[in-house]
Protein backbone atom coordinates (compact mmCIF):
# COMPACT_ATOMS: atom_id res chain seq x y z
CA UNK A 1 0.00 0.00 0.00
CA UNK A 2 1.42 3.07 -1.26
CA UNK A 3 0.33 5.48 1.97
CA UNK A 4 0.98 8.79 -0.45
CA UNK A 5 -1.61 7.82 -2.64
CA UNK A 6 -3.73 6.76 0.50
CA UNK A 7 -3.51 10.41 2.44
CA UNK A 8 -4.12 11.63 -1.29
CA UNK A 9 -7.47 9.52 -1.74
CA UNK A 10 -8.69 10.88 2.17
CA UNK A 11 -7.23 14.42 1.04
CA UNK A 12 -9.54 14.42 -2.45
CA UNK A 13 -12.47 12.38 -0.53
CA UNK A 14 -12.64 14.55 2.74
CA UNK A 15 -12.11 18.43 -0.07
CA UNK A 16 -15.80 16.66 -1.51
CA UNK A 17 -17.23 16.05 2.19
CA UNK A 18 -16.12 19.55 3.12
CA UNK A 19 -17.70 21.36 -0.15
CA UNK A 20 -20.57 19.32 0.13
CA UNK A 21 -21.00 19.10 4.31
CA UNK A 22 -21.20 23.60 4.35
CA UNK A 23 -22.41 24.06 7.97
CA UNK A 24 -23.13 20.59 9.20
CA UNK A 25 -21.22 19.27 11.63
CA UNK A 26 -21.60 15.46 10.97
CA UNK A 27 -21.86 12.25 12.63
CA UNK A 28 -23.14 9.30 11.13
CA UNK A 29 -23.75 8.75 7.39
CA UNK A 30 -27.55 8.27 6.45
CA UNK A 31 -28.87 5.62 4.11
CA UNK A 32 -28.97 7.78 1.26
CA UNK A 33 -24.99 8.34 1.85
CA UNK A 34 -25.08 11.70 3.23
CA UNK A 35 -23.94 12.45 7.17
CA UNK A 36 -26.27 14.26 9.33
CA UNK A 37 -26.01 17.54 11.06
CA UNK A 38 -25.42 17.80 15.05
CA UNK A 39 -25.61 21.30 14.73
CA UNK A 40 -28.33 21.15 16.77
CA UNK A 41 -27.28 19.08 19.46
CA UNK A 42 -24.61 21.24 20.71
CA UNK A 43 -23.30 19.50 23.47
CA UNK A 44 -22.78 15.59 21.08
CA UNK A 45 -19.96 14.29 22.09
CA UNK A 46 -18.63 13.24 18.61
CA UNK A 47 -18.80 17.06 17.73
CA UNK A 48 -14.69 17.57 17.67
CA UNK A 49 -14.29 14.89 15.05
CA UNK A 50 -14.81 16.48 11.94
CA UNK A 51 -13.22 19.98 13.14
CA UNK A 52 -10.15 17.73 14.06
CA UNK A 53 -10.13 15.96 10.53
CA UNK A 54 -9.90 18.85 8.44
CA UNK A 55 -7.08 20.62 11.06
CA UNK A 56 -4.85 17.58 10.37
CA UNK A 57 -5.70 17.51 6.57
CA UNK A 58 -5.41 21.80 6.88
CA UNK A 59 -1.77 21.37 8.52
CA UNK A 60 -1.16 18.69 5.73
CA UNK A 61 -2.32 20.99 2.74
CA UNK A 62 -2.96 24.59 3.98
CA UNK A 63 -6.83 24.70 2.14
CA UNK A 64 -8.54 27.58 3.24
CA UNK A 65 -11.70 25.71 3.17
CA UNK A 66 -10.76 23.68 6.01
CA UNK A 67 -9.51 26.07 7.96
CA UNK A 68 -12.17 27.85 8.12
CA UNK A 69 -15.18 25.51 8.43
CA UNK A 70 -13.11 24.01 11.22
CA UNK A 71 -13.02 27.59 13.06
CA UNK A 72 -16.27 27.27 12.84
CA UNK A 73 -17.50 24.50 14.26
CA UNK A 74 -15.15 25.53 16.89
CA UNK A 75 -17.39 28.86 17.70
CA UNK A 76 -20.73 26.83 17.40
CA UNK A 77 -19.29 24.84 20.50
CA UNK A 78 -19.11 27.93 22.83
CA UNK A 79 -22.88 27.07 23.39
CA UNK A 80 -22.25 23.84 24.63
CA UNK A 81 -20.48 26.10 27.34
CA UNK A 82 -23.85 27.47 28.53
CA UNK A 83 -25.18 24.26 29.21
CA UNK A 84 -24.20 22.71 32.76
CA UNK A 85 -26.05 19.56 31.95
CA UNK A 86 -24.34 19.44 28.02
CA UNK A 87 -20.75 19.58 30.11
CA UNK A 88 -19.67 16.10 30.53
CA UNK A 89 -16.62 14.36 30.87
CA UNK A 90 -15.98 14.18 26.87
CA UNK A 91 -14.75 17.75 26.97
CA UNK A 92 -11.37 16.42 25.37
CA UNK A 93 -13.01 14.88 22.32
CA UNK A 94 -14.70 18.20 22.24
CA UNK A 95 -11.96 20.77 22.61
CA UNK A 96 -8.83 19.53 21.87
CA UNK A 97 -9.38 18.72 18.38
CA UNK A 98 -10.87 21.95 17.91
CA UNK A 99 -9.64 24.62 20.71
CA UNK A 100 -6.20 22.71 21.11
CA UNK A 101 -6.06 22.41 17.34
CA UNK A 102 -6.19 25.80 16.40
CA UNK A 103 -4.21 26.98 19.41
CA UNK A 104 -1.19 24.30 18.38
CA UNK A 105 -1.77 25.71 14.71
CA UNK A 106 -2.28 29.55 14.64
CA UNK A 107 -1.48 30.69 18.18
CA UNK A 108 -5.26 31.89 18.92
CA UNK A 109 -5.93 33.15 22.56
CA UNK A 110 -9.55 32.82 22.04
CA UNK A 111 -8.89 28.72 21.91
CA UNK A 112 -6.56 29.05 24.60
CA UNK A 113 -9.32 30.34 26.60
CA UNK A 114 -11.91 27.60 25.07
CA UNK A 115 -8.95 25.00 26.12
CA UNK A 116 -8.84 26.23 29.70
CA UNK A 117 -12.48 26.56 29.92
CA UNK A 118 -12.90 23.23 28.96
CA UNK A 119 -10.38 21.82 31.15
CA UNK A 120 -11.77 23.81 34.18
CA UNK A 121 -15.34 22.05 34.09
CA UNK A 122 -13.54 18.58 33.33
CA UNK A 123 -11.40 19.20 36.59
CA UNK A 124 -14.68 20.15 38.27
CA UNK A 125 -15.96 16.30 37.55
CA UNK A 126 -13.08 14.80 39.67
CA UNK A 127 -14.57 12.62 42.72
CA UNK A 128 -11.62 12.70 45.40
CA UNK A 129 -13.53 10.18 47.42
CA UNK A 130 -13.14 7.48 44.74
CA UNK A 131 -10.51 8.98 42.44
CA UNK A 132 -12.52 9.18 39.59
CA UNK A 133 -13.72 11.75 36.69
CA UNK A 134 -17.44 11.27 36.52
CA UNK A 135 -18.41 10.32 32.75
CA UNK A 136 -21.87 11.08 32.55
CA UNK A 137 -24.82 13.39 33.51
CA UNK A 138 -28.04 12.66 35.21
CA UNK A 139 -31.13 14.60 36.91
CA UNK A 140 -31.31 11.03 39.82
CA UNK A 141 -27.38 11.05 40.63
CA UNK A 142 -27.77 7.21 39.66
CA UNK A 143 -24.41 8.03 37.09
CA UNK A 144 -22.51 10.11 39.88
CA UNK A 145 -20.31 7.00 40.71
CA UNK A 146 -19.84 6.05 36.99
CA UNK A 147 -16.38 6.18 35.56
CA UNK A 148 -15.65 4.91 32.23
CA UNK A 149 -13.09 3.68 29.76
CA UNK A 150 -13.71 5.84 27.09
CA UNK A 151 -12.40 9.03 29.63
CA UNK A 152 -8.98 8.34 29.21
CA UNK A 153 -8.78 9.87 26.08
CA UNK A 154 -10.35 12.65 27.15
CA UNK A 155 -7.02 13.14 30.08
CA UNK A 156 -5.06 14.95 27.69
CA UNK A 157 -6.90 17.93 28.09
CA UNK A 158 -5.90 18.00 31.85
CA UNK A 159 -2.45 17.15 31.21
CA UNK A 160 -2.28 19.98 28.53
CA UNK A 161 -3.99 22.13 30.36
CA UNK A 162 -1.44 21.66 33.69
CA UNK A 163 1.39 22.36 30.89
CA UNK A 164 -0.34 25.70 29.99
CA UNK A 165 -0.68 27.14 33.16
CA UNK A 166 1.49 25.60 35.42
CA UNK A 167 -1.07 24.79 38.00
CA UNK A 168 -0.10 21.13 39.00
CA UNK A 169 -3.81 20.55 39.53
CA UNK A 170 -5.07 19.78 36.22
CA UNK A 171 -2.25 16.69 35.94
CA UNK A 172 -3.12 15.30 39.74
CA UNK A 173 -6.58 14.72 39.09
CA UNK A 174 -5.43 13.49 35.07
CA UNK A 175 -3.16 11.11 37.35
CA UNK A 176 -5.48 9.53 40.09
CA UNK A 177 -8.32 9.14 37.25
CA UNK A 178 -5.45 6.76 35.24
CA UNK A 179 -4.36 4.94 38.86
CA UNK A 180 -8.05 4.34 39.40
CA UNK A 181 -8.84 3.19 35.58
CA UNK A 182 -5.90 1.00 35.60
CA UNK A 183 -7.01 -0.71 38.88
CA UNK A 184 -10.78 -0.68 38.51
CA UNK A 185 -11.39 -0.80 34.63
CA UNK A 186 -8.23 -3.14 33.24
CA UNK A 187 -8.96 -6.76 34.11
CA UNK A 188 -6.26 -9.38 35.13
CA UNK A 189 -6.08 -10.86 31.51
CA UNK A 190 -5.50 -6.98 30.39
CA UNK A 191 -9.63 -6.57 28.79
CA UNK A 192 -11.21 -3.47 29.32
CA UNK A 193 -14.80 -3.05 31.08
CA UNK A 194 -16.51 -0.03 29.79
CA UNK A 195 -18.07 1.19 32.78
CA UNK A 196 -16.92 0.71 36.76
CA UNK A 197 -19.47 1.85 38.97
CA UNK A 198 -18.33 3.65 42.21
CA UNK A 199 -20.69 4.78 45.86
CA UNK A 200 -19.82 8.45 44.98
CA UNK A 201 -20.23 9.22 48.69
CA UNK A 202 -17.51 6.36 49.80
CA UNK A 203 -15.68 5.63 46.75
CA UNK A 204 -16.30 2.04 47.42
CA UNK A 205 -16.03 -0.38 43.90
CA UNK A 206 -19.31 -1.72 43.69
CA UNK A 207 -19.53 -3.43 40.19
CA UNK A 208 -18.72 -3.03 36.15
CA UNK A 209 -21.49 -2.70 33.47
CA UNK A 210 -21.51 -3.57 30.09
CA UNK A 211 -21.97 -0.56 28.64
CA UNK A 212 -21.64 -0.44 25.10
CA UNK A 213 -19.92 -4.11 24.49
CA UNK A 214 -22.08 -7.25 24.63
CA UNK A 215 -22.12 -7.75 28.61
CA UNK A 216 -21.02 -7.92 31.87
CA UNK A 217 -17.11 -9.68 31.49
CA UNK A 218 -17.34 -8.63 27.84
CA UNK A 219 -14.82 -6.78 25.73
CA UNK A 220 -16.11 -3.68 23.51
CA UNK A 221 -13.59 -3.34 21.37
CA UNK A 222 -13.74 0.00 21.30
CA UNK A 223 -13.22 0.29 24.65
CA UNK A 224 -10.36 -2.04 24.26
CA UNK A 225 -9.18 0.28 22.03
CA UNK A 226 -9.50 3.51 24.01
CA UNK A 227 -7.47 1.77 26.77
CA UNK A 228 -4.40 0.99 24.56
CA UNK A 229 -4.44 4.50 23.12
CA UNK A 230 -5.21 6.46 26.60
CA UNK A 231 -3.07 4.50 28.91
CA UNK A 232 -0.19 5.34 26.31
CA UNK A 233 -1.24 8.81 26.28
CA UNK A 234 -1.25 9.07 29.91
CA UNK A 235 2.18 7.69 29.92
CA UNK A 236 3.44 9.90 27.26
CA UNK A 237 1.88 12.90 29.20
CA UNK A 238 3.34 11.27 32.75
CA UNK A 239 6.41 9.02 32.42
CA UNK A 240 4.93 6.55 34.73
CA UNK A 241 5.56 3.45 33.66
CA UNK A 242 3.13 1.82 34.99
CA UNK A 243 0.75 3.17 32.19
CA UNK A 244 2.93 2.06 29.47
CA UNK A 245 3.04 -1.63 30.99
CA UNK A 246 -1.10 -1.36 30.91
CA UNK A 247 -0.76 -0.38 27.46
CA UNK A 248 0.93 -3.23 26.53
CA UNK A 249 -1.52 -5.26 28.36
CA UNK A 250 -4.92 -4.35 26.52
CA UNK A 251 -2.70 -4.00 23.42
CA UNK A 252 -1.43 -7.84 23.79
CA UNK A 253 -5.52 -8.48 24.34
CA UNK A 254 -6.59 -6.83 21.90
CA UNK A 255 -4.13 -8.53 19.22
CA UNK A 256 -4.80 -11.74 21.02
CA UNK A 257 -8.64 -11.76 20.19
CA UNK A 258 -8.78 -10.23 16.35
CA UNK A 259 -10.11 -12.99 14.09
CA UNK A 260 -8.11 -13.98 10.93
CA UNK A 261 -9.69 -11.64 8.63
CA UNK A 262 -8.54 -8.97 10.61
CA UNK A 263 -11.79 -6.82 10.64
CA UNK A 264 -12.25 -5.89 14.21
CA UNK A 265 -15.70 -6.86 15.97
CA UNK A 266 -17.68 -4.91 17.51
CA UNK A 267 -17.08 -6.67 21.20
CA UNK A 268 -14.11 -9.00 21.24
CA UNK A 269 -16.22 -11.57 22.57
CA UNK A 270 -18.93 -11.43 20.10
CA UNK A 271 -19.83 -15.20 18.56
CA UNK A 272 -18.01 -15.47 15.10
CA UNK A 273 -21.30 -15.49 13.07
CA UNK A 274 -22.43 -12.18 14.74
CA UNK A 275 -21.40 -9.68 11.59
CA UNK A 276 -21.31 -6.76 13.58
CA UNK A 277 -18.06 -4.87 13.29
CA UNK A 278 -16.25 -1.76 14.31
CA UNK A 279 -13.64 -0.12 11.91
CA UNK A 280 -13.82 3.19 14.27
CA UNK A 281 -12.12 0.60 17.28
CA UNK A 282 -9.44 -1.09 14.34
CA UNK A 283 -8.83 3.10 13.22
CA UNK A 284 -7.75 4.10 17.04
CA UNK A 285 -6.27 0.99 18.19
CA UNK A 286 -4.11 1.55 15.06
CA UNK A 287 -3.24 5.07 16.36
CA UNK A 288 -2.99 3.44 19.34
CA UNK A 289 -0.38 0.82 18.89
CA UNK A 290 1.71 3.33 16.75
CA UNK A 291 2.16 5.27 19.72
CA UNK A 292 3.30 2.47 22.34
CA UNK A 293 5.39 0.79 19.54
CA UNK A 294 7.42 4.29 19.76
CA UNK A 295 7.16 4.84 23.25
CA UNK A 296 8.09 0.99 23.67
CA UNK A 297 10.79 0.45 20.67
CA UNK A 298 8.79 -2.46 20.02
CA UNK A 299 8.20 -3.41 16.25
CA UNK A 300 5.45 -5.86 16.55
CA UNK A 301 3.27 -2.63 17.82
CA UNK A 302 3.85 -0.96 14.73
CA UNK A 303 3.83 -4.35 12.35
CA UNK A 304 -0.19 -4.53 13.69
CA UNK A 305 -0.73 -0.92 13.42
CA UNK A 306 0.13 -0.65 9.86
CA UNK A 307 -1.57 -4.38 8.86
CA UNK A 308 -5.27 -2.81 10.70
CA UNK A 309 -4.54 0.25 8.44
CA UNK A 310 -3.60 -1.62 5.35
CA UNK A 311 -6.88 -3.92 5.86
CA UNK A 312 -9.06 -1.07 6.76
CA UNK A 313 -8.12 0.21 4.14
CA UNK A 314 -8.18 -2.38 1.24
CA UNK A 315 -11.38 -3.79 2.81
CA UNK A 316 -13.31 -1.11 4.23
CA UNK A 317 -12.90 2.08 2.93
CA UNK A 318 -15.36 4.02 0.28
CA UNK A 319 -13.02 6.65 -1.00
CA UNK A 320 -16.09 7.23 -4.07
CA UNK A 321 -17.64 10.79 -4.61
CA UNK A 322 -20.80 9.17 -3.86
CA UNK A 323 -21.18 8.85 -0.18
CA UNK A 324 -19.62 10.94 2.70
CA UNK A 325 -18.31 8.19 4.59
CA UNK A 326 -14.75 6.95 4.51
CA UNK A 327 -15.14 3.81 6.75
CA UNK A 328 -17.63 1.50 6.00
CA UNK A 329 -18.54 -0.67 8.79
CA UNK A 330 -18.27 1.07 12.50
CA UNK A 331 -20.88 0.29 14.76
CA UNK A 332 -22.02 2.44 17.77
CA UNK A 333 -22.53 -0.16 20.04
CA UNK A 334 -23.26 -3.48 20.27
CA UNK A 335 -26.56 -3.51 21.34
CA UNK A 336 -28.60 -1.37 19.38
CA UNK A 337 -29.23 -0.71 15.65
CA UNK A 338 -26.63 1.29 14.34
CA UNK A 339 -24.11 -1.43 12.75
CA UNK A 340 -21.69 -1.15 9.89
CA UNK A 341 -22.44 2.64 8.99
CA UNK A 342 -19.91 5.44 8.78
CA UNK A 343 -19.41 7.36 11.84
CA UNK A 344 -17.42 10.81 11.97
CA UNK A 345 -15.00 9.25 14.46
CA UNK A 346 -13.75 6.18 12.13
CA UNK A 347 -13.12 8.52 9.50
CA UNK A 348 -10.86 10.80 12.32
CA UNK A 349 -8.77 8.08 13.47
CA UNK A 350 -8.24 6.35 9.84
CA UNK A 351 -7.01 10.18 8.70
CA UNK A 352 -4.70 10.27 11.76
CA UNK A 353 -3.53 6.71 11.47
CA UNK A 354 -2.23 7.16 7.68
CA UNK A 355 -0.92 11.16 8.93
CA UNK A 356 1.16 9.09 11.61
CA UNK A 357 2.94 6.62 9.32
CA UNK A 358 3.48 9.30 6.88
CA UNK A 359 5.27 11.47 9.73
CA UNK A 360 2.81 14.45 9.12
CA UNK A 361 0.14 14.00 11.96
CA UNK A 362 -0.09 17.55 13.98
CA UNK A 363 -0.29 15.55 17.37
CA UNK A 364 -3.82 16.81 19.05
CA UNK A 365 -3.44 14.54 22.60
N1 LIG B 1 -17.13 7.62 23.88
C1 LIG B 1 -18.29 6.96 23.41
C2 LIG B 1 -17.99 5.92 22.42
O1 LIG B 1 -16.88 5.52 22.21
O2 LIG B 1 -18.95 5.47 21.79
Redesign the pocket.
Known sequence: MDLRELIEAVYRKELLVAVRSGEKIPYAEDGAGRFDDKSGDICW?TNGFWAGLLWQLYAYRRNALFRRTAERIEKKLDRNFLSAAGMDH?SG?KWLLTAGADLQLTGSEKSKNRLLLAANDLAGRFNPAGGFLRAWNDETGEKAGWAII?CMMNLPLLYRAGKLTRDPRFSAIALRHAETARRYLIREDGSARHIAVFDPATGAFSEELGG?GMGRGSSWS??QA?AIYGFTLSYLHTGRRAFLRTAERCADRFLSLLPASGLVPADLCQPADCPYEDGSAAAIAACGLFELSRATGKGKYRAASRTLLETLAGKRCDFSPARDGLLTHCS??YQGGEHNIALI?GDYFFTEAVLKFLDKEIFLW
Open positions: WDFDQRGWVAY
